[in-house]
């Protein structure tokens, strides 16, 4: 369908996630006192590096594709771990290290001996659906109530983005595409959910890291001498 102009969503994606690293770089440098935040941060920025190498005009694409990837695995990753961090929940480094690994070495693999958009799209989509897994739980056993709704909307989100994996998956399979910048319906989609998504990630983080901050200025009003 040539009525879905693939480049000019994106750009606003592209658009979307650069001022979305802006304001958590600008937030972690107001809100020193937690820890995930820069971490969190930082994810996104890698984000941003995979998203221009994801979209860039340079031919082959195959070897950007891959790199491209690969950095939004570590983005997810890392997001984790800041969400770990910033939920005093320790996450052991050498595994996440070991699953952008194995993501990695499949992806090569498939570059090297069978460079089918479809199935390196699909092995994303599950590594993905992983990690968004990962950090809904990290979220969800957390003991803090600090932050209780916006905890609940990120993880809301993440399940969300882990229905549309799945959908991915599903379409990919009965509908394959023969590369990312196919001009039809399910990859506009696909692109449309990453620009909300983006939004509504950042948005979430915000709030909560607001909502924590809110909670302990309460609790030290609360004991504070002064305020009895």
């Known amino acids: ?43 996104r920025l890698i984000a941003l590096i995979s998203y221009s190498l994801l979209f860039s005009p340079i031919r082959p694409l195959a070897l950007l594709e891959g790199i491209g990837s690969c950095l ?7 997001m984790c771990s800041s969400l770990g961090k910033f939920t005093h929940q320790k996450i052991k480094f050498k595994y996440l290290l070991f699953y952008n690994f194995t993501f990695a070495f499949i992806q090569a ?36 109530r600090g932050f209780v709704e916006s905890r609940r909307f990120l993880v809301g989100i993440f399940w969300g983005m882990q229905m549309v994996f799945i959908l991915r998956i599903i379409g990919l399979i009965r509908h394959p595409s023969p590369e990312f910048f196919a001009p039809n319906l399910p990859s506009a989609l696909s692109l449309i959910v990453v620009f909300i998504y983006t939004f509504l990630v950042a948005d979430g983080f915000i709030m909560m890291v607001c909502q924590r901050l809110y909670d302990d200025l309460r609790l030290t009003a609360d004991t504070d001498e002064l305020t009895q």
């Not at 939004?72 to 890392?78: D, G, K």
Request: aromatic share 10%; with cysteine.
């Open 1 to 43: 369908m040539a009525s879905f102009d693939i480049k000019t969503i994106m750009t606003m994606v592209l658009i979307a996630v650069a001022l979305e690293v802006m304001m958590l770089i600008l937030l972690a440098f107001l809100v020193k006192s937690y820890r995930g935040v820069k971490t969190f941060a930082a994810a």
């Open 109 to 144: 693999l498939l570059i090297l001996f069978a460079n089918i958009y479809v199935w390196k799209a699909i092995t994303h989509c599950l590594f993905q659906i992983g990690l968004m897994g990962l950090a809904a739980y990290l979220l969800m056993r957390t003991p803090d």
């Open 72 to 78: 939004l695995i570590l983005s997810s990753s890392v």
